[in-house]
Structure formats: C-alpha cells, structure tokens
C-alpha cells in the first residue's frame, strides 16, 4: 500500500498540495505584509505563483515573479539572501515536525503564456485557426471523401 506513493508518474499526494497552498499563502502574507526587513524586498510587491514540495515535505520549491516583471534578478536574490528568515516565518504558521527547506525560482509561465497570446495575434495563425473544420466548407472535392459519406450513410454498395 505505501509502494503506491513512490510510483513513478504519479502526482503530488493531497498533503503535499496542501502544505504547498500553506506555504504559498504564508510567503504571500509575509511580503505583503513587510514582515522581512530588507530593503530590496519592502520596495517590490512580489507575487508567489506556486509552491512544489518534495514527497518528504522537507524541500519547497517556490516560484515567483515581481509585479511587471522588473528587476526580477533583484527579487530573486533579496529572497534568496533572507532565505532562513523566511522559512522561520513560514514555518511559525504550520504545524509540521520540520520546516521546509525553501529554493526560490523565476515562474516563467507568465512569459510562456505571453508566448502564446503573440502567437494567436499572427495574421496567419488566426487564419488558420478560424478556418472552417468541415472539409466541403472548404472546397475540398476529394472524391474518396463522398464514398465515405456514402459509407457511413450506408447507401453505397
């Protein structure tokens, strides 16, 4: 029954996307809040998208973007530096018997995501993308196409 859990493949379990929700709000109340004093961090509003934990829930992963994108290098290193005060914060508001290890990483979803949106404003993509699906809309007069038609109707013989 444990051997489930270390299946290859398998997602994170219902506790580690919990504690990682945990984790998640108390870092976003703590740099909302101002509650780390360090200058470079009190001057940005940061948001942190996700946190992944480890099976262990020894180890976090945190993913986090400044508000615009700005100074990104910055954010990164100010939280890096005030690492071991935020995990005591964080750790203050959860009830676990250790409090995770805390590694901080540049969320790159929002520039994949502005990846995407300037690949559905080419001209090109839209035309291909609002492109009639039905092959007789689009002119197709494949004559193995009115035979399948037909197949399917079961008129031919």
Known sequence: MCAKRFQSGSGPS???LRVAEVIRHRL????SRGEVHDPDLSRMSITVSEVRTSADLQHATVFV???GGRDADIALKALRR?????RHLVAAGMRLRFAPDLKFELDKTFDAMDN???MFADPRVKADVEAPDDPEAAGDTDPDSDLDRDLDRGDAV
């Open 28 to 31: 976003a109340e703590v740099l």
């Open 65 to 67: 973007m400044p508000l």
């Open 116 to 118: 995407a949106r300037r």
């Open 14 to 16: 219902q506790r580690q």
């Open 82 to 86: 005030n690492k071991g005060e935020l």
